[in-house]
């Protein structure tokens, strides 16, 4: 209700920002780019790492789903490189408690050196507990002390060897800096000169690099594979804190939907399950709206003459009439019952796989079709969101 919508500059990734009061205080809060990572694979990722690198927020609150923990660990361990000023909220408790999953909560606080809040986000005492931790952080009641990722000891030793000669304000972000200049990542390397002003093509710089690089071959760690031992580090370290803070009740928590994701996501099943899914969809919207428009028309129909009666009665000027009947209200009332019944039906439809957990499995069968036309399953429910506006256009014509 108090959000403005837009794109991040030069980009078409949507953002949010508004404005929440807690305390007598304004916090502007900036919804970034949903992601897993923020080692530059596509564009959400990017630009998530760039804004909370270069674009000097208070605190970032890393929001992670508590049924799937360990997974969501990776990135907070790889913001946690860029950031102390973190709060990890913990979402979805009462999913977890369906499942009967346990998380320590306090314990993994311990484990990851930051701020920790469980919250149910229908729940107000829940979010007003992390706006609270929002706030410490912010106003520096609570001096957050990350406890990093430690790498290989090879690999440890370049990224401080590295780190003595980087020159940078922030000498928080030097350990950081230094693993991307071995791990070679060019785009995230010219983020940093151009918004931190850093020169990290000097000559000292790249002496250095090729020494670490050469060290590190000693030990079978190459510019190839040096991401791999680093991603491979993060993970296991998001492992072993899982391990230890989260207990299931039951082993067998997640046996339902593996036994689902064989039947929607199988090489047999999977894509006639999808397609008669879509099809019952597609079918609903153009062929159900269809009555609905109809009602619609004849009453807007029905309106419209007793607006011209109205009009003429007052001896309203004939262009005038036109302007107001022929073009604004036949316009206006026009878009309304052809647009409004479809979308009413196929949104909440749509929402409702989103929220059942099919749109996933749709990207997934998805995704070797959509490689073969060197695309991303990403834009699998966009390609649904195209093909029902385009079905909806031929039937109204």
């Known amino acids: 209700m108090h959000q403005h ?24 809060l900036v919804d970034i780019p949903g992601t897993y990572s923020i080692m530059s694979n596509s564009e959400e990722e990017e630009i998530a790492r760039d804004y909370i690198c270069f674009g000097s927020p208070d605190t970032t609150v890393v929001i992670v789903d508590s049924t799937c923990l360990e997974r969501n660990l990776n990135l907070v361990y790889q913001i946690m490189e860029i950031t102390p000023k973190i709060v990890v909220c ?15 909560l306090e314990k993994l606080e311990k484990k990851l050196g930051v701020p920790v809040v469980g919250t149910i986000a229908r729940k107000k005492k829940t979010l007003e507990k992390l706006m609270k931790k929002i706030e410490e952080v912010s106003s520096g009641k609570i001096e957050p002390s990350p406890n990093k990722i430690i790498y290989e000891e090879k690999i440890e030793e370049q990224i401080t060897k590295l780190g003595k000669v980087i020159t940078c304000k922030n000498n928080y972000l030097k350990r950081w800096i230094a693993l991307k200049l071995l791990d070679r990542e060019e785009k995230i390397i010219n983020s940093i000169q151009k918004n931190l002003k850093i020169n990290l093509k000097s000559k000292k710089i790249k002496t250095k690099i090729s020494e ?44 339902r939907d593996r036994k689902i994701d064989k039947i929607l996501t199988s090489k047999t099943f999977g894509i006639p399950i999808m397609i008669i899914f879509l099809g019952i969809i597609l079918w609903l919207t153009i062929v159900g709206a269809n009555y609905p428009s109809s009602w ?8 419209q003459v007793k607006i011209v009666y109205a009009l003429e ?47 996933p499995r749709i990207a997934f069968n998805l995704d070797k079709y959509f490689k073969r036309a060197c695309s991303s399953r990403k834009t699998s429910t966009n390609y649904v969101h195209g093909t029902w506006l385009q079905c909806r256009r031929s039937s109204r014509m």
């Not at 920002?17 to 304004?26: L, Y």
């Not at 991401?227 to 082993?251: F, G, L, P, S």
Request: aromatic share 12%; charged share 25%; net charge neutral.
């Open 5 to 28: 919508t837009g794109n991040w500059p030069g980009k078409t990734v949507s953002n949010a920002r508004g404005i929440c009061k807690f305390n007598n205080k304004s916090f502007l």
């Open 90 to 104: 913990v979402n979805l408790l009462d999913e977890a408690k369906k499942k009967k999953i346990n998380i320590d």
């Open 212 to 255: 670490a690089e050469e060290k590190l071959r000693e030990t079978k760690i190459t510019k190839e594979n040096i991401r791999d031992k680093i991603v491979a580090n993060i993970v296991q370290k998001a492992e072993e804190v899982t391990k230890e803070i989260v207990t299931y009740e039951t082993e067998k928590y997640n046996n």
């Open 296 to 303: 619609l028309s004849s009453f807007f129909e029905w309106l």
């Open 313 to 359: 009665y007052i001896h309203t000027p004939l262009w005038i009439k036109g302007i107001l009947v022929d073009g604004v209200y036949t316009t206006v009332t026009w878009i309304i019952a052809v647009m409004l019944p479809p979308m009413a039906i196929f949104f909440p439809m749509f929402t409702l796989l989103e929220d059942l957990g099919y749109l």
